[in-house]
């Protein structure tokens, strides 16, 4: 199945759009006719140098305020109508997409647009063009797919066919069941959009807040699988109007875009498996079992700092490794792999970071089919084995230039073979896997992120929580898997002054600001780490009495609470405690949480105090290097 993007939904110069596009791994375009007059190639010119990207043009838009105009005006629109069948035959366009009219003056009737659309129909195909009707949800007369469709049915031309838009049916709450009634050769061309669930106007919603499918709520999927069911076999395009696309990066947008479309049409494909369209085939979305190793970069002094650290936390050197500057150190089931080596990709993230976790492993259900499910979604595979070296243990680059390896039942023995040390670690102060890992990015990465996450893995969204942060906003987005096993947070920053946004700064790009480690009893573990001198983050005494006052807590447990600096949140009667390490180099903390009776948040409404407490302990600009 062939797919597209509209040259829109990107940002840059035309040429900058076509290699991106190109690069990412589409079929074709939509050149939106903006994209064209602001180029100062001719048509041919712009026409050549698409198809010199490997492109084709799959579809001229828009052409607009066409059908049902009283007849002086609608004289003229099949005038211009004529002069841009010149234009799409010098770019080497054959379909055109008509879009419901807004004209203050065009009437209304079905028949008259049908008589309309014929007309132009036989226009267009004496010069072998094909004219596609789109209802936009908020045309002047037609507003529906249905309606479009009956008009399209009444022109009953070959060149004439319907131009369906998610957004248009799924804005306007439309049910995409009625698609499947639609002959699937009726149907020129299907574009795709997402949106997140706002209440606003329909237009500025559609102009300004479309996105990937699967970044936003509504059931793209559905509407997909009736379009193909119904026999659709043509080009599925991605149309996106959104104000932070048309900032990014564009091969971050398209490669964004193309991941999507192909994680959409393999859902497709599991739904749906006896439709006509060739579908692509890969792998399901693979199950995550638990983060196998977390990878720290460091050197030298702050190799000492980092280490003081993780023996304060509990955990002990179990291994070195064989061949390389690189130390194992576990807890229970968490590795914490730390690597010196000067040369490699972690001498790299060092020196461009400072300490900072360079590589991340994930327990799957299959490593080599994470790998074939990664590359049909367009991410690019890694040779490089950092801190493993013996083993082949697949890696996918994650965004940001940072590294996921991904192991199964087959690299079990990379432990003991590469570093002389047991599959489990030493009980140290009880902490025993690892909770969640929290990445600080900016804001306009975080679609980006989540995308990648949830098409690659099994894994589910939060709805986005704001977190208050004494000098700004930060939007906090987690994804787990179903039983919890490998949570992330995606903490985006608008503003360099919220902690997220000066540890992005002074760290250049560092993707992981915190993890957090379970225990079964917080406060045995919390005991146990006092007496081993782990110095918590302090929380304010105002903090206590504020819980005495919303919570049941007895006052002998919150006295301990008070003095183990733990702190508290429940839901529903599940209830979350957590504990802060102080930052250290640049930012970087640990937390500890116990999870009681499944609680699934993270305790968001602590955060600002967390926050709060972390600020205070910085000097004015940064971190303080403790
Ligand atoms: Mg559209
Ligand atoms: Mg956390």
Redesign the pocket.
């Known amino acids: 199945m062939k797919t597209a993007i509209a040259t829109v939904s990107i940002s840059g110069t035309l040429t900058e759009k076509l290699e991106a596009i190109a690069a990412a791994g589409f079929d074709g375009i939509e050149i939106f006719e903006q994209d064209f007059i602001t180029d100062i190639g001719s048509a041919r010119d712009v026409g050549n140098r698409i198809r010199d990207q490997g492109l084709e043009i799959s579809l001229f838009?828009p052409f607009r305020d066409f059908e049902g105009l009283p007849e002086e005006l609608r004289v003229k629109a099949f005038d211009r109508a004529e002069r841009k069948f010149d234009l799409m035959q010098d770019l080497g366009a054959d379909l055109v997409?008509v879009?419901s009219s807004v004209h203050p003056k065009a009437l209304g009737g079905i028949d008259r647009a049908a008589d309309d659309l014929r007309e132009l129909g036989e226009r267009a195909a004496a010069r072998g063009l094909r004219i596609g009707y789109?209802a936009?949800a908020w045309g002047r007369h037609v507003n529906d797919h249905r309606d479009a469709w009956e008009i399209v049915r009444r022109a009953d031309h070959d060149s004439v066919g319907i131009?369906l838009?998610s957004?248009?049916t799924l804005g306007r709450g439309l049910d995409p069941e009625s698609i499947r009634r639609i002959p699937g050769d009726k149907i020129f061309f299907v574009?795709m959009a997402d949106a997140p669930k706002i209440d606003m106007d329909l237009l500025y919603w559609s102009r300004h807040f479309r996105n990937m499918p699967g970044e936003g709520d509504l059931p793209v999927t559905d509407f997909m699988r009736a379009v193909l069911a119904a026999g659709y076999t043509g080009p599925v395009s991605l149309?996106i109007f959104n104000d932070q696309f048309r900032g990014g990066s564009p091969n971050t947008i398209a490669r964004d875009g193309y991941r999507s479309l192909m994680a959409l049409l393999d859902d497709v494909r599991r739904q749906e498996p006896d439709v006509p369209a060739p579908l692509p085939v890969m792998p399901a979305r693979q199950r995550i079992d638990g983060t196998s190793f977390i990878e720290f970069a460091t050197r030298g002094a702050d190799g000492d700092q980092l280490r003081a650290q993780l023996t304060a936390l509990g955990f002990a050197q179990t291994g070195k490794h064989m061949a390389k500057a690189v130390t194992l150190w576990q807890q229970g089931d968490i590795r914490i792999v730390v690597n010196e080596e000067e040369g490699d990709f972690a001498g790299t993230a060092y020196n461009m970071h400072g300490t900072s976790v360079c590589d991340v492993g994930l327990a799957v259900s299959s490593a080599s089919e994470t790998l074939e499910r990664a590359k049909a979604l367009g991410a690019r595979g890694f040779t490089q084995q950092p801190a493993l070296g013996q083993l082949d243990i697949p890696a996918i680059r994650g965004l940001g230039g940072s590294l996921l390896h991904v192991l199964d039942d087959s690299h079990a023995s990379v432990w003991t073979r590469e570093f002389g040390a047991e599959p489990k670690g030493p009980k140290g102060a009880g902490l025993q896997a690892v909770d969640h890992i929290a990445q600080t990015l900016t804001y306009d990465e975080m679609l980006s992120w989540s995308l990648f996450y949830g098409t690659l893995f099994d894994m589910e969204k939060s709805p986005m929580v704001d977190v208050i942060d004494p000098d700004g906003l930060v939007r906090s987005q987690a994804l787990s898997t179903p039983e919890g096993r490998f949570r992330i947070t995606l903490n985006g920053a608008e503003t360099h002054r919220t902690l997220a946004g000066a540890f992005l700064a002074d760290s250049f790009g560092a993707p992981v600001q915190h993890i957090a480690f379970t225990t079964e009893d917080i406060f045995a573990s919390a005991e146990a780490l006092a007496s081993a001198g782990f110095d918590p983050l302090p929380i304010p005494g105002n903090y206590y009495d504020d819980l005495a006052s919303r919570f049941d807590i007895p006052s002998e447990k919150l006295a301990r609470m008070k003095t183990l600096q733990i702190l508290y949140d429940a839901e529903d009667g599940q209830e979350f405690f957590q504990s802060y390490s102080r930052p250290f180099q640049g930012g970087i903390f640990f937390e500890i949480v116990q999870r009681a009776s499944g609680y699934r948040g993270y305790g968001a409404p602590n955060a600002p105090f967390r926050i709060a407490a972390q600020k205070r302990l910085a000097p004015a600009k940064g971190m303080p290097r403790i």
């Open positions: 838009q997409l879009c789109e936009l131009i838009d957004f248009h574009q149309e």
